[in-house]
């Protein structure tokens, strides 16, 4: 047993590159990169999240979380023979944002020899982003909508592709602080029907869908974007120039909340996943039929799907 010293690695003695307060530890880089996998590979187990001779599809945005989803997973998951991987990148059509990110993205699938999918919305539903957030502009209240429809197009496009490609799920690469920041926002907003997908499974298992996936969900922000940096991984650094104001908000207040008593993000997701199961059933409760959209077939709870009501007027 090694003395811990403020500073020096609690594992082995060696220099310390992070302090992890809700742990009350401090860890050089090879302990810190082990920890954080070894952790990813127990949320992987536990949440049963890939099994036996699947086909798992990347969600890879260019941005750290998803480049650093692709590599670790990559590096876990290599030396499992029965389980087959491609990516995915959406190209939303910001002009000057996703062209970067779509760049490094392309990067590291070549490099990791991964086949690497690019759709764009301008193909799929007929207009970029850009040209959406135009035509909200004028009308005077395209705050926070965009992120609505460019979120809504997002799931609905990867869900498709990655069915049509055979992936039996998908890899996001939300962290800790998304989740508890995405849970805090649907009770705020009294989004039931969001909350109760957030845990993962989808309300009506239909293979119409195909589940999502998210291994770094008790990984905090800060652990991610420092095992991307001691990784040397080349990311996508700005943030989307559309990105809505309630969120930022939501996301001071529990970096205010953490530092003061650490380890409140994890009692937030821990007491959410308790939750879930009785969240999903009151909303089921509530009458959730699965249709099928009559514009683009894909599975829905209306004759017409969000997505489609809202890109195709
Ligand atoms: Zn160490
Ligand atoms: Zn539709």
Known sequence: MIMSKPGYCTKCGKKAVYHRKYEGTYLCRGHFIQSIEDKVR???????MIGHGETVAFA????KDSTAALYMLHKILRKRRDVAMFAITIDEGIAGYRDDSLKIAKKLCKKLRIKHH??????????????????LKKSGKWEGTACTYCGLARRWLLNRKARELGAHKIVFGMNLDDE??????DYIRGDLMRLAR????????????????????EIPEREIGLYA??????????????????????RDFLNTLEAESPGTKFSVLN???????????????????????????????QKICKTCELWRK
């Open 198 to 217: 957030m845990a993962g499974e989808p309300l009506v298992q239909s293979r119409l869908f195909v589940p999502r996936i998210k291994p770094f969900r």
């Open 271 to 301: 007491t959410f996943l308790r939750l879930a199961p009785g969240i999903r059933e009151v909303v089921k409760k509530g009458g959730f039929e699965l249709l099928r959209c009559q514009k683009c077939g894909e599975p829905s709870s």
């Open 229 to 250: 940096l001691l990784n040397g991984l080349e990311i996508q650094e700005n943030e989307c120039p559309f990105i809505e104001g309630p969120r930022f908000k939501v």
């Open 60 to 63: 890879v945005s260019g941005g």
């Open 118 to 135: 690019v759709f764009s919305f301008s193909d799929e539903l007929g207009r970029p982003l850009s040209d959406v957030v135009k035509g």
């Open 180 to 185: 508890v920041q995405g849970i805090m926002m």
């Open 42 to 48: 127990k949320t992987m187990r536990k949440g049963k």
